[in-house]
Nanobody, 119 residues
Framework: QVQLVESGGGLVQAGGSLRLSCAAS????????MAWYRQAPGKQREVVAF???????NYSDSVKGRFTISRDNAKNTVHLQMNSLNPENTAVYYC?????????????WGQGTQVTVSS
């Protein structure tokens, strides 16, 4: 069983920054892909960024150049540095991890953290 705990959300003014963190715990051999998703009110959940074990990041077009995803494999954590935030970035942000466990590959979601950007 894998658990993810997110932190770092909050209220920020447009143009500001926030740093989200997600820590994985539980029983697993290793975590393969780690990602951040978000879901705005009335919209579907969408991927924001993801990163493999080699540290190579991928971003949605809407956040390229403003957001940075990073991970610490030793600590099983993933972070999302969000700069130049705008009200359109308001959403619940979810951490997602793909883990290799005794039961095979397991995909796990965090509980979500609210990010609100005021204009």
């Amino acid at each position: 069983q894998v658990q993810l705990v997110e932190s770092g959300g909050g209220l920020v003014q447009a143009g500001g920054s926030l740093r989200l963190s997600c820590a994985a715990s539980g029983s697993f051999f290793r975590i393969r892909l780690m990602a951040w998703y978000r879901q705005a009110p009335g919209k579907q959940r969408e991927v924001v960024a993801f990163i493999g074990t080699d540290g190579s990041p991928n971003y949605s077009d809407s956040v390229k150049g403003r957001f940075t995803i990073s991970r610490d494999n030793a600590k099983n954590t993933v972070h999302l540095q969000m700069n130049s935030l705008n009200p359109e970035n308001t959403a619940v942000y979810y951490c997602n991890a793909e883990s290799l466990t005794t039961r095979g590959v397991q995909a796990t979601w965090g509980q979500g953290t609210q990010v609100t950007v005021s204009s």
